[in-house]
């Protein structure tokens, strides 16, 4: 087996592990049953929302865009990401509000639930599209540090901009789709700014840096989604002692 591929067998399951041990063990009995099967429809909806939105928007902008310096293009395929992964992810969670199935003292965990699911389809498109890259195809497991610790964090960051949404749906505000939207094409501009500025600062230095600044990001949306969920939490416990 490719190195690449144990690499993703492992954050497989470190995200499985830590998020999914974390959303299980804070859930509801009556929950787990359907956060077990909202994580695993999740993995295949990111194939979807690849193949069935972002292909497909890239087949209609490309050719438009193909007068365009590339550096432009390369600009606005930075949004192909925010847009068609945020919708996808939101896709199923929707019929799930609609059916009072997430509410304000559980919509938390669904929205890390729909994160991992998510996070782990993606961990296996890039394990098999790194490896058919020899450069890549080519190490141990050993040397993909880097794989399995930005998977990790991503599966994370894919729930954070999730709650990040739900948060303002459930109140019956849209915002928060642009506002998860936004969160993600932040974490994704970095990879712009690397390829403009390849022609100076080493791709090496920029692995550097991408990695730093993925790490601080997590850090930054842990902070910001716990002062969330404390709310949440705090308001709960206010309308009980009220009664």
Not at 48 to 71: C, K, Q
Request: charge should be positive; include cysteine; aromatic fraction near 16%.
């Amino acid at each position: 087996m490719q190195g690449i591929f144990i690499a993703a067998l492992i954050v497989t399951i470190l995200s499985a592990g830590v998020i999914g041990g974390a959303i299980f063990w804070r859930a509801k009995a009556n929950e787990r049953k359907l956060l077990f099967v909202v994580t695993l429809v999740y993995i295949p909806i990111f194939f979807a929302a690849y193949y069935g939105l972002r292909l497909p928007l890239d087949s209609v902008l490309g050719p438009i865009l193909s007068g365009y310096p590339v550096e432009f293009y390369q600009f606005v395929t930075l949004f192909y990401a925010p847009i068609t992964e945020e919708l996808a992810k939101l896709s199923l969670l929707a019929v799930l509000l609609l059916a009072q199935r997430i509410k304000k003292d559980n919509y938390h965990r669904f929205a890390f639930t729909v994160g991992l699911g998510f996070g782990i389809g993606e961990i296996w498109f890039l394990a098999e599209l790194f490896a058919k890259q020899p450069q890549i195809a080519s190490l141990p497991w050993y040397l993909l540090g880097g794989f399995i610790t930005e998977r990790f964090l991503v599966c994370f960051l894919h729930g954070a901009f999730v709650l990040i949404a739900v948060h303002y749906l459930i109140k019956g505000q849209y915002r928060g789709i642009l506002y998860a939207m936004g969160l993600h094409f932040a974490v994704n501009l970095p990879i712009y700014l690397a390829y403009i500025t390849r022609d100076y600062i080493a791709a090496y230095i920029w692995q550097i840096l991408l990695s730093y600044y993925v790490i601080i990001f997590a850090l930054v949306m842990l902070v910001l989604t716990s002062r969330i969920i404390s709310a949440r939490r705090r308001a709960g416990s206010n309308r009980l002692n009220k009664r």
